[in-house]
T-cell receptor
Framework: DAKTTQPPSMDCAEGRAANLPCNHS???????VYWYRQIHSQGPQYIIH???NNETNEMASLIITEDRKSSTLILPHATLRDTAVYYC???????????FGTGTRLTIIP | GAGVSQSPRYKVAKRGQDVALRCDPI?????LFWYQQALGQGPEFLTY????????KSGLPSDRFFAERPEGSVSTLKIQRTQQEDSAVYLC????????????????FGEGSRLTVL
C-alpha cells in the first residue's frame, strides 16, 4: 500500500519557488517525512527530512501541516539543475530501508 | 571524498547468462542496500547488509538473485540465468547507522548499473 501520494509531474519557471506537495494521511506518530530527488541517470540524493516542525537546509525547506497528513517541499529559487524526480517517503527514524513511490517529475522551464 | 562506486555502469547480457554487479560503498559505512529500478518506476528494495551480515533479503525477486558482502565492505549482486524482466538499473546505497537525533540517516546512492538482457 502506498504511504504517500504525489502528483506525477509539475513544471516551474526558472528562478521561481517550486512547491512540491505530498499527502501522507496514514502517517503514524513516530514516522518522519523524507525527501529524496533523482536527477536523470543518477542515483537518488537525500534532500531533507522532518517530524512535525518545519525544517530548512541549504537545499530546501520542508513544511509539514499541523495534523502531519501532508507536507510541501519548497525549492526557493529553482534552477535548471533542479529538474529531477522528487520522492516523498514516510519512514521510522533510524529505519534505513526506504520505500519509494513513483514521485513527482519536476521540470524547470527556462 | 569518494562516493558510492558501482561497476559496470552498463551491462548487456544475453538471456540465460550470469551477471555480477559490484558496489564499493563509502569507506566506513556499515549499512549497504541494493535496489532495482525499472524504467519509469521508483527504486525497489532488494536486500540489506549490516557489515557482512545480510539482514534482509525479502526484496530479491527469485532465487536467481544472490548478494554477498563477505568482508563487510564491497558487495556483489549476482543474477543467474538472466531473463528479459531483469532489465533494470541496479542501485547500491550505503550509510552510517543512525546514532543521534541530529543524524540524517540518509542513504548515499551510487549512479547504478544499467542491465539490459536481450
Amino acid at each position: 500500500d502506498a504511504k504517500t501520494t504525489q502528483p506525477p509531474s509539475m513544471d516551474c519557471a526558472e528562478g521561481r519557488a517550486a512547491n512540491l506537495p505530498c499527502n501522507h494521511s496514514t502517517i503514524s506518530g513516530n514516522e518522519y517525512v523524507y525527501w529524496y530527488r533523482q536527477i536523470h541517470s543518477q542515483g537518488p540524493q537525500y534532500i531533507i527530512h522532518g517530524l512535525k516542525n518545519n525544517e530548512t537546509n541549504e537545499m530546501a525547506s520542508l513544511i509539514i501541516t499541523e495534523d502531519r497528513k501532508s507536507s510541501t517541499l519548497i525549492l526557493p529559487h529553482a534552477t535548471l539543475r533542479d529538474t529531477a524526480v522528487y520522492y516523498c517517503i514516510v519512514n521510522n527514524f533510524g529505519n534505513e530501508k526506504l520505500t519509494f513511490g513513483t514521485g513527482t517529475r519536476l521540470t524547470i522551464i527556462p | 571524498g569518494a562516493g558510492v562506486s558501482q561497476s559496470p555502469r552498463y551491462k548487456v547480457a544475453k538471456r540465460g547468462q550470469d551477471v555480477a554487479l559490484r558496489c564499493d560503498p563509502i569507506s566506513g559505512h556499515v549499512s549497504l542496500f541494493w535496489y532495482q529500478q525499472a524504467l519509469g518506476q521508483g527504486p525497489e528494495f532488494l536486500t540489506y547488509f549490516q557489515n557482512e551480515a545480510q539482514l534482509d533479503k525479502s526484496g530479491l525477486p527469485s532465487d536467481r538473485f544472490f548478494a554477498e558482502r563477505p568482508e563487510g565492505s564491497v558487495s556483489t549482486l549476482k543474477i543467474q540465468r538472466t531473463q528479459q524482466e531483469d532489465s533494470a538499473v541496479y542501485l547500491c546505497a550505503s550509510s552510517y547507522p543512525v546514532l543521534a537525533e541530529r543524524d540524517t540517516g540518509e542513504l548515499f546512492f551510487g549512479e547504478g548499473s544499467r542491465l539490459t538482457v536481450l
